[in-house]
T-cell receptor, first 117, second 110 residues
Framework: GAGVSQTPSNKVTEKGKYVELRCDPI?????LYWYRQSLGQGPEFLIY????????DSGLPNDRFFAVRPEGSVSTLKIQRTERGDSAVYLC???????????????FGSGTRLTVV | AQRVTQPEKLLSVFKGAPVELKCNYS??????LFWYVQYSRQRLQLLLR??SRESIKGFTADLNKGETSFHLKKPFAQEEDSAMYYC????????????FGKGTLLTVNP
């Protein structure tokens, strides 16, 4: 597609429920990233995919968080047993590949605002 | 560990006044620095990067390795510059991960 698409744009869920957040990157972008932005903070890295594999998941806060990208395109961030502290905007970004230089800039999606009540 | 500090949460100036948004970083290697901007109800987008040494929308930023700073400057602010600005660092070793500051909300008053 023309840009990075994230769905849903807003999600309200009850504490303890399971949620899935979807990211559809720019066609042809092999690198995909998830970030989380809490209120009053800058985005914080969660996980990076190169193709289908998670090359770096060091930013995932705990084992309730998991992400997949089975066909190297769309990615889903999954959160189990949600807690109120998980409330944040979850941002997805993609790039042609991972690296330095002009050709490896990120394009961000609009984000999913998750509210756990 | 790398860190990006934006000391001002809020910055308010009048139209036509100079503006400087401060950014300091902590990183032992050779970093790549960026400024991202988020206008109201829009997605986060790249404003400029230090390796390009470019001016975008009248903004410039110079990497000062001695002071570990990457301040964003514009000589004459416009109302349409009002937005949230984030400074970000990408390390040379793990060159995919961005570390962001907490952001500065710039308001340009008429």
């Amino acid at each position: 597609g023309a840009g990075v698409s994230q769905t849903p744009s807003n999600k309200v869920t009850e504490k303890g429920k399971y949620v899935e957040l979807r990211c559809d990157p720019i066609s042809g972008h092999t690198a995909l990233y998830w970030y989380r932005q809490s209120l009053g903070q800058g985005p914080e890295f969660l996980i990076y995919f190169q193709g289908t594999g998670a090359a770096d998941d060091s930013g995932l806060p705990n084992d309730r968080f998991f992400a997949v990208r089975p066909e190297g395109s769309v990615s889903t961030l999954k959160i189990q047993r949600t807690e109120r502290g998980d409330s944040a905007v979850y941002l997805c970004a993609s790039s042609l590949s991972a690296g330095t230089g002009v050709n490896y800039g990120y394009t961000f999606g609009s984000g999913t605002r998750l509210t756990v009540v | 560990a790398q860190r990006v500090t934006q000391p001002e949460k809020l910055l308010s100036v009048f139209k036509g006044a100079p503006v400087e948004l401060k950014c300091n970083y902590s990183y032992s290697g050779s970093p790549e620095l960026f400024w991202y901007v988020q206008y109201s109800r829009q997605r986060l987008q790249l404003l400029l990067r230090h390796i390009s040494r470019e001016s975008i929308k009248g903004f410039t930023a110079d990497l000062n390795k001695g002071e570990t700073s990457f301040h964003l400057k514009k000589p004459f602010a416009q109302e349409e510059d009002s937005a949230m600005y984030y400074c970000a660092l990408r390390s040379g070793g793990s060159n995919y991960k961005l570390t962001f500051g907490k952001g500065t909300l710039l308001t340009v008053n008429p």
